[in-house]
Nanobody, 125 residues
Framework: QVQLVESGGGLVQAGGSLGLSCAAS??????????MGWFRQAPGKEREFVSV????????IYSDSVKGRFTISRDNAKNTVYLQMNRLKPEDTAVYYC????????????????WGQGAQVTVSS
């Protein structure tokens, strides 16, 4: 089993910045074989892909809606993935979920093996 715990998030005005982090734990978690990603879900909407980073950190994918504003990174020594969110917009308001999958990067939620509990991000206009 793998446990994921998100931290960060909160309330910010439009145009501001926030950071999220997600720490993975569990005896079976090996950061060198897991891609780590972020998804989000706004009220009344389906969960959507935000970003993913490969196990090495050398490969990243972003959704078009966050490209150029969000940056994903990871620290394998700490089993942690980060999401730096800049120039936030009200439409970025959602619960943000960390997820990991064994293997390469993917933008499909169904490909992920483990999920965190979510962290609220609220952007006021």
């Amino acid at each position: 089993q793998v446990q994921l715990v998100e931290s960060g998030g909160g309330l910010v005005q439009a145009g501001g910045s926030l950071g999220l982090s997600c720490a993975a734990s569990g005896r079976t978690f090996n950061p060198y074989i897991y891609a780590m990603g972020w998804f989000r879900q706004a009220p009344g909407k389906e969960r959507e892909f935000v970003s993913v980073i490969s196990w090495s950190g050398g490969g990243t994918i972003y959704s078009d809606s966050v490209k150029g504003r969000f940056t994903i990174s990871r620290d394998n020594a700490k089993n942690t993935v980060y999401l730096q969110m800049n120039r936030l917009k009200p439409e970025d308001t959602a619960v943000y979920y960390c997820a990991v999958r064994r293997g390469g990067t993917s933008d499909s939620a169904s490909d992920y093996d483990y999920w965190g509990q979510g962290a609220q991000v609220t952007v006021s206009s």
